[in-house]
């Protein structure tokens, strides 16, 4: 028993300390222990005797307490209370508070001093931060480092500086000081809170993490993708520290589970399947434990353990439990020698069944352990296997069929050494025989047959490939390879893709009756259930790696505005609440998920397992990763909490157990039911037409005719009343009297003010366009620009800028574009003429006519377009331009003169008149828009030889006109922009021809025509046409090469060689020909298509 | 002539001011309305969509009658839900990971849809003789796509892509089938979480005409985990920060550019893991944004939305809460409704919830 159970134990019960921490000072004399009252310190060379109390006051258990770790300082020790730090100095039995440390605003969840730094010590926090502090310096931390989540572990790195870790949830960082806020290295380690983190002692790079999952895993932190071992203890881990010798591990289980375990376990990392020892001793679950420094020499090691019973253990680790956990004292070549002397061989024997046969014991006596797994394999290999110091070779076989998903052991015949194994990865299939020499692992590698397969057979020499370089690898090191070699085989088969059914497979062995199994299984799984499963890329899902820590947490509720009038939700179900509803906000990253992926289910389950039946946790498999994480573990259902009280409140009443097993079965599983329903949300999409601005009813039935403004705005007003838009009504009410014929604007500059100028003219306009804007109704916008657009505008200042152009590079299409319209009374250039043309239209339905127009203006004008027209050459360039034309002008009234001179003075006074705010004419002047400005140039370019006084008066007019406007044409551009954007509206809202409405009152602004223009010479008079009409004789230009009758509507030319005609017609002749109608002898079918191409290309 | 004008002018004032007067009231009379109607907002349409597991984003089409639907079971799914119905038209597979978000194309393209996804991918779904299969796949990124956004139609078919990998991808089609792409590689150190274009005709654009000709200005916006806001400008065929906009306080986890409805003021919204929303407004003159804290949530905000016409804003965040905020004629935000998700509830104010 002493054996199995420990070495030689020393117990020192100290029944009224209550103590909640305990610590063992660096040089292994006292052990501190921490309890809300008292300080206690025992010395542990006399543990039962020696004991300093120190009394202190305070309503907080001390969470944790640590002795400095540099010799030098042995004395001093830390404790954390609540918020608080207290440095205290143990000098002559007596405790000296050094100083407090205070900066944490939530309880100290662990402290750690620097191995390096002798007055540093690290603490952390649930709020998050991450300080230290230099002793000397008490009043504030030195460092902080702030993370998201609260961190309850803190480790400095023992062997290399500058390099701690903490622990968060179920992830571990990595930080180096130096760095700053940044963690060098993340590891999301367990999908559960981690519960202790240790560092190696001898390599700066491993750690070990014990965590809620009940797994303890050791990492190299560089590789924080996967963890170097991972033990599986069966129940949720407190802490696991690293052995000061070999590669052994020592883990307690968490202790407020307070579920009779009691003992403490000695693993050794390669050996995952069983500890290697167990400490059994304590009478309630331990609380700490801690190695004690050994003097120099000493070959045992002491392990100081405190628990809830209140007592005090000092446990001897003596040397050959230190090789069972991979120590080795001697050299390689001395294990050698040992393993062959047979002594060795029983004494590892002994050891081995101890504690097999211990943990048999444990099973019956106090029946705890989930974990029946290894018992099975254990006890009928132990008794054939031969070796400890590795695994046998029957653990080793535990742990791959265990461990590797696809494994079947088929046969195995240990006496000869020999296992056979049957591999499958989706539809490959592989029977291998590993056979493993007496020797093995020691530099002695396993040989591998190949017995059957449906892969290739170059894959087989892959297979053999891999396994010999893997073992041969392993068995250099005297370590098992099995495992490793099984998962690279397990590799290549799953890239080796599908796996071909008729080749020839060198066996014998395989029956019909398999073979058709194979087929059936194979194409079973070839039914593509889902494009996804049939893929041979496994799914990506979060892991919780550390890419997962940049990505953001996903969405799980949102709402978007869709359309016009459709607003999208979707939510998480109200059934279903947050799982960390305590906490204040939802994590941000990804990564954060994995901590709520399973501690909250494993945690349930472990809860409920142990009220409901024994039974059916030990049948139970271990909890196993789940593949990947979903966001809805985040979430959980809001009743689940009492529902579980209500049933373990119904098991204490129940006395019968059949009850207790079979109805939280049930409950449970409509749980699972009801959750599985209630995980998606309904869709919702609310229409929210009622306050949008724009209305689809209005879009609809609004009337926009320029010619009945009247009428229209009335309609409007009625439109507006049927849905109540009381603010509408008012508005059209006001359109309709400022679109009063009577307030046209006159076109002479020297009437009357305009309306536009007059406070209710463009200023209102302007208020009521600003109100629209400010409540974003653009419905009203567009329809207030449309209704105050000026039709005729847009042809002014697109055509002068195309003719003046034109006028430069050929002079013939000036005379023509003058011949063209002659029909205008005033005969001006083509400049005036559209600004004339213009005021015409205004003029029709205005109170001036174009009678009206004092004649002095035609005169004055008309002269100008001399210099262009006349054949005679300019003047020369003595004479100036403004002699030229006064001398014509002088020529035919000399009261013309007059008016002329008078005409500034006049418009001078029109501009004093009507500027009521004071505005002088040089800011109206320098207000004019860009687009505007470029075409007055274009006029001077053009009207180079007119007198700079007419120029002047031409400007005049410009102002007059654009004075006139209701609408700012300065912000022309804007309005344009307002009326396609109502137009886009109405097009989501399938309005095609009330948006078509709105876009003819609408600039047209697309100027560059990408088309190709077929250049035709009339029929009729062979003249050059571009259009459809000849302009001279007024005939359709093209005529049809079928029927030779001009076409008037859709006309269809090949490019190559012009002939063309109606569309029909041209359809039909090129359905069963290829050759141009005409004769001409062009194959028009190729060359278009040949020249469509290369047009293309080009 | 004088006294005339005079007389007029007396009359017009006495009838303007009372028309301003009406009008005045009317408004304030609408807006009064306008928090009633929203308790009146009906649901129109509850579609139950039978994922698998918790949805990352629903869009409706441009004409508001297919809904698109992704979900972290790794499919997408398209519903008709014109006058009320729900059918499933297609279940699309083809992520291998959880969807995060879709877009829709105009529909001068065709039906189109953009998803993208933890797998790195972004996918363009289309919409073919009545089925839907894939058009394009881009997997040039390293690491999951948090956003996907298509361009304004103006620009042709094009669409801008952040992923946590820090970079924004903007993939045009050329027109002949091939796509281009163009990456901005850092755009947001540690990651990039959302982008939106701005509307086709940038405010600034508008009275340079000769820039206007040239071509119109692509702009968007992204927010990433560096917490800043960023416009990126397409500056002859390259795309560079234009600005760069600093006040929140953790990862920005969306931004929206508001619709332009043809005014010169620009409107971003963006909300972030600190819990506030920040409304981001230029005026269209300067190339100063300047900002207002919309509201300091409670819980982390997620997602923000505008309205066609950009006045009114929908925030939704990890409290599974959706609010409406608009802005009032003075230029204050007020929170016009409050959307319970899961109830599908709609109460006037937080606090009644």
């Not at chain 1, 409140?649 to 939280?664: I, Y």
């Not at chain 2, 796949?137 to 956003?147: M, R, T």
């Not at chain 2, 300047?290 to 923000?304: A, P, Q, T, Y």
Request: hydrophobic residues 35%; neutral net charge; proline residues 5%.
């Amino acid at each position: 028993m002493a054996v199995r159970w420990s070495t030689e134990q020393v117990v020192a019960e100290f029944k009224d300390f209550q103590a909640s921490a305990m610590a063992v000072d660096c040089v292994g004399q006292w052990a501190l222990l921490a309890g809300r009252k008292n300080l206690a310190f025992v010395d542990l060379n006399k543990p039962s005797q020696t004991v300093v109390k120190v009394t202190r006051q305070s309503k907080w258990d001390i969470g944790c307490v640590q002795w400095n770790r540099h010799a030098s300082h042995a004395y001093r020790f830390v404790t954390a209370c609540n918020q608080r730090l207290d440095v205290f100095d143990f000098r002559d039995a007596s405790a000296v508070h050094l100083c407090s440390l205070k900066a944490h605003s939530r309880t100290v969840s662990d402290i750690d001093w620097s191995p390096f730094d002798v007055n540093v010590v690290a603490s952390c926090s649930v709020d998050t931060f991450t300080y230290f502090w230099d002793v000397r310096d008490s009043k504030k931390p030195v460092k902080s480092f702030q993370t998201v989540s609260g961190a309850y572990q803190v480790k400095w790195n023992k062997v290399t500086n500058n390099l701690f870790a903490t622990t968060h949830d179920g992830d571990v960082r990595i930080w180096d000081p130096r760095k700053g806020n940044t963690p060098v290295q993340y590891i999301s380690a367990h999908p559960s809170k981690i519960h202790g983190l240790d560092w190696s002692n001898t390599d700066q790079n491993k750690l070990v993490t014990a965590s809620q999952d009940c797994n303890i895993r050791v990492w190299d932190y560089n590789n924080p993708r996967k963890s170097e071992a991972m033990i599986n203890s069966g129940n949720p881990v407190w802490r696991a520290r690293y052995t000061p010798f070999g590669e052994g591990v020592v883990s307690v289980v968490v202790p407020q589970l307070r579920r009779g375990e009691n003992s403490l376990y000695l693993w050794h990392i390669r050996n995952q399947a069983s500890p290697v020892h167990t400490f059994v001793g304590h009478k309630d679950v331990i609380l700490e434990f801690q190695w004690r420094k050994q003097p120099e020499g000493a070959r045992d090691h002491q392990l100081v353990t405190w628990s809830k019973d209140q007592s005090l253990r000092i446990w001897k680790v003596d040397p050959t439990m230190q090789k069972s956990c991979g120590y080795e004292i001697d050299d390689l070549e001395d294990c050698l020698v040992e393993d062959d002397t047979p002594s060795q061989n029983t004494s590892h024997f002994n050891g081995f069944e101890s504690v097999t046969n211990k943990r048999l014991d444990t099973h019956s006596s106090d029946r705890t352990r989930a974990n029946s797994g290894p018992v099975r394999g254990g006890t009928q290999l132990s008794l054939m296997s031969s070796r400890l110091s590795v695994l046998t070779l029957g653990q080793e076989l535990n742990e791959v069929i265990e461990q590797t998903p696809g494994v079947k052991l088929e046969e195995a015949d240990l006496p000869n050494r020999t296992l056979t194994f049957k591999l499958t990865k989706g539809q490959n299939s592989l029977d291998i025989s590993v056979s493993f020499p007496e020797k093995y692992p020691i530099r002695v590698a396993p040989q591998l047959t190949i017995l059957q397969s449906n892969l290739d057979p170059d894959v087989y020499v892959r297979i053999m490939k891999v396994f010999n370089d893997t073992s041969s690898i392993h068995v250099k090191k005297n370590v098992n390879c099995l495992e490793p070699c099984i998962k690279q085989i397990m590799l290549v088969i799953e890239k080796s893709g599908t796996p071909t059914l008729t080749q020839d497979i060198p066996s014998a062995v395989e029956d019909r009756k398999s073979m058709l199994d194979k087929k059936f299984h194979v194409e079973k799984v070839r039914q593509p259930t889902s494009p996804v499963a049939q893929s041979n890329v496994s799914p990506m899902y979060p892991t919780g790696g550390f890419q997962d820590l940049c990505i953001p947490f996903p969405r799980t509720c949102g709402a978007s505005f869709c359309s016009n009038d459709f607003l999208v939700t979707f939510a998480v179900p109200a059934a279903l609440k947050k799982v960390n509803e305590d906490s204040e906000v939802t994590p941000r990253a990804l990564s954060d998920l994995v901590s709520y992926s399973l501690s909250q289910s494993q945690w349930m389950r472990n809860q409920s397992n142990s009220f409901v039946s024994l039974s059916l946790f030990y049948s139970s498999p271990p909890p196993q990763p789940p593949e990947g994480i979903s966001v809805s573990s985040f979430y959980t259902e809001k009743s689940s909490k009492n529902r579980h009280h209500r049933s373990s409140h119904h098991h204490h009443k129940s006395r019968s157990r059949d009850s207790r097993e079979n109805k939280p079965d049930k409950e449970r599983e409509s749980d699972r039911v009801s959750k599985k329903m209630q995980k998606v949300g309904f869709i919702k999409v609310y229409d929210i037409s009622c306050i949008n601005p724009v209305n689809k009813y209005l879009a609809q039935n609004y009337r926009l005719d320029l010619d009945k403004l009247g009428e229209t705005c009335r309609h409007n007003v009625d439109v507006a009343t049927k849905i109540g838009r009381k603010d509408l009504i008012q508005l059209w009410q006001l359109v309709c009297h400022m679109t009063q014929p009577s307030l046209k604007p006159s076109p002479n500059i020297a009437h009357e003010a305009p309306w536009a100028y007059c406070p209710f003219g463009r200023p209102l306009l302007k208020q009521m366009l600003d109100h629209s804007a400010k409540s974003r109704d653009v419905q009203t916008m567009a329809m207030l620009c449309c209704v105050f657009w000026d039709r005729d505008r847009p042809k002014k200042d697109r055509i002068p800028f195309d003719r003046t152009s034109q006028s430069k590079n050929e002079p013939r299409s000036t005379f023509e574009y003058a011949a063209a319209n002659t029909y205008n009374p005033y005969h001006t250039v083509s400049s005036m003429t559209n600004l004339l043309k213009g005021w015409t239209s205004i003029n029709k339905t205005g109170s001036a006519t174009a009678a009206s127009l004092p004649p002095h203006t035609q005169q004055q004008i008309s002269p100008s377009p001399f210099p262009l027209l006349s054949p005679v050459p300019p003047p020369p360039p003595s004479s100036s331009p403004s002699s030229l034309l006064a001398s014509g002008s002088a020529r035919g009234k000399g009261r013309t003169m007059a008016e002329v001179a008078s005409q500034p003075n006049l418009a001078a006074l029109f501009r004093a008149g009507r500027s009521k705010s004071g505005k002088s004419a040089a800011v109206i002047k320098s207000k004019r828009s860009f687009s505007w400005s470029e075409s007055c140039d274009e006029f001077t370019r053009v009207e180079d030889n007119k007198d700079p006084r007419e120029r002047e008066m031409e400007r005049e007019k410009t102002l007059h006109y654009n004075n006139s406007q209701m609408l700012d044409p300065e912000l022309r551009p804007q309005y344009e922009q307002i009326k396609k954007a109502y137009a886009n509206i109405l097009f989501k809202w399938g309005l095609l021809n009330e948006r078509a409405h709105i876009l003819k009152h609408t600039d047209s602004t697309d100027t560059e025509h990408r088309v190709i223009e077929c250049r035709v010479s009339c029929f009729n008079c062979s003249e050059d046409v571009r259009g459809a009409q000849c302009h001279r004789c007024k005939y359709p230009a093209l005529r049809c090469s079928i029927c030779h009758i001009g076409v008037r509507g859709l006309s269809i030319i090949c490019l190559a060689c012009g002939d063309g005609g109606h569309t029909s017609h041209m359809m039909t002749w090129f359905s069963q020909q290829s050759v141009c109608p005409t004769g001409c002898g062009c194959v028009c079918l190729q060359e278009n298509t040949f020249r469509s191409l290369t047009d293309q290309g080009s | 002539m004088m006294t005339y004008f005079l007389q007029d002018f007396n009359i017009c004032l006495a009838l303007a001011v009372l028309i301003c007067v009406h009008m005045a009231w009317g408004e304030k009379e609408g807006e009064k309305e306008e928090i009633e109607n929203m308790t009146k907002a009906s649901v129109i349409n509850s579609v139950d969509t039978a994922h698998e597991d918790m949805i990352h984003d629903a869009q409706l089409d441009y004409y508001g009658t297919k809904l698109a639907t992704c979900s972290s079971d790794r499919s997408i799914k398209i519903f008709d839900v014109t006058n009320g119905q729900q059918t499933l038209i297609t279940h699309l597979r083809g992520h291998e990971g959880p969807v995060w978000q879709l877009s829709w194309a105009h529909p001068m393209f065709g039906h189109m849809l953009a998803s993208c996804g933890y797998d790195r991918k972004v996918i363009i779904w289309k919409e073919t003789n009545g089925s839907w299969g894939k058009l394009y796949e881009y997997a040039h990124h390293d690491s999951s796509v948090n956003s996907v956004s298509f361009a304004p139609h103006e620009y042709g078919l094009m669409l801008a892509c952040g992923s946590s990998d820090g970079s924004i991808s903007i993939i045009s089609s050329t027109g002949d089938g091939n796509w281009e792409t163009k990456k901005i590689n850092n755009a947001h150190t540690i990651g990039c979480n959302a982008v939106s274009w701005a509307p086709a005709t940038a405010p600034n654009s508008l009275f340079d005409q000769q820039i206007a000709q040239q071509g119109l200005i692509k702009r968007f916006v992204s927010g990433g985990c560096d917490f800043l806001v960023k416009i990126w400008i397409e500056d002859n065929g390259q795309w560079v920060e234009e600005q760069k906009l600093e006040g929140h306080s953790d990862w920005v986890r969306d931004v929206a550019w508001a619709h332009s409805i043809g005014l010169q003021k620009s409107i971003i919204a963006s909300c972030s893991q600190d819990c506030r929303v920040i409304i981001w407004t230029n005026d269209g003159i300067s190339n100063t944004w300047s900002s207002k804290i919309l509201n300091k949530f409670e819980d982390v905000v997620w997602h923000v939305s505008w309205s066609t016409t950009g006045n009114i804003l929908a925030v939704s965040g990890g409290d599974n809460k959706v609010t409406l905020w608009k802005e009032s004629l003075e230029g204050h935000w007020v929170c016009i409704s409050d959307v319970h998700k899961g109830q599908g509830t709609i109460g006037d104010r937080p606090a009644s919830g």
